[in-house]
C-alpha cells in the first residue's frame, strides 16, 4: 500500500445461502467501500480480525445492513418482505432488527 497505513475492515456477504463475515486491509473506508462493491459484499465498518478461528455472526442486522445482504434493495422493498412474512424482524425492540435466519432463508430462495 506504499507506505500508508493499513487499516481491518469487517464486511458481510451471502454465499449458497449462507451468510459469511470477511475481513478486507484497505487504506482507509473510501477504499474497503470499493473493495465491498467488487465482491458484492455489505461493509460493516472499520473492526479488528478475530482471535478466533471460527467468528460469530451476529444474530440479527440493522435495516441498513439488511438491504445491502439483500442486493441493495430498498427501505419500502425491505419493509414489504417483512409484511409478506419473507423475513422476521426481532420483537420487543424499536429499532428494526432483521434476524439472520431469515436473511439466510431469503438468499437461499433466490
Given at each position: 500500500?506504499?507506505?500508508?497505513?493499513?487499516?481491518?475492515?469487517?464486511?458481510?456477504?451471502?454465499?449458497?445461502?449462507?451468510?459469511?463475515?470477511?475481513?478486507l486491509e484497505a487504506a482507509d473506508e473510501?477504499?474497503?467501500?470499493?473493495?465491498?462493491?467488487?465482491?458484492?459484499?455489505?461493509?460493516?465498518?472499520?473492526?479488528?480480525?478475530?482471535?478466533?478461528?471460527?467468528?460469530?455472526?451476529?444474530?440479527?442486522?440493522?435495516?441498513?445492513?439488511?438491504?445491502?445482504?439483500?442486493?441493495?434493495?430498498?427501505?419500502?422493498?425491505?419493509?414489504?418482505?417483512?409484511?409478506?412474512?419473507?423475513?422476521?424482524?426481532?420483537?420487543?425492540?424499536?429499532?428494526?432488527?432483521?434476524?439472520?435466519?431469515?436473511?439466510?432463508?431469503?438468499?437461499?430462495?433466490?
Amino acid at each position: 500500500m506504499n507506505g500508508t497505513s493499513v487499516r481491518t475492515f469487517s464486511a458481510i456477504r451471502a454465499a449458497n445461502g449462507r451468510l459469511r463475515r470477511l475481513w478486507l486491509e484497505a487504506a482507509d473506508e473510501t477504499e474497503a467501500h470499493e473493495l465491498c462493491l467488487r465482491i458484492n459484499a455489505g461493509l460493516e465498518g472499520e473492526d479488528q480480525r478475530p482471535e478466533s478461528a471460527a467468528p460469530l455472526l451476529p444474530v440479527a442486522y440493522d435495516a441498513r445492513t439488511a438491504r445491502r445482504l439483500l442486493g441493495g434493495i430498498s427501505r419500502s422493498s425491505l419493509y414489504k418482505e417483512l409484511i409478506l412474512g419473507n423475513l422476521e424482524r426481532v420483537g420487543g425492540t424499536r429499532r428494526v432488527l432483521i434476524t439472520r435466519e431469515s436473511l439466510e432463508r431469503r438468499c437461499r430462495r433466490r
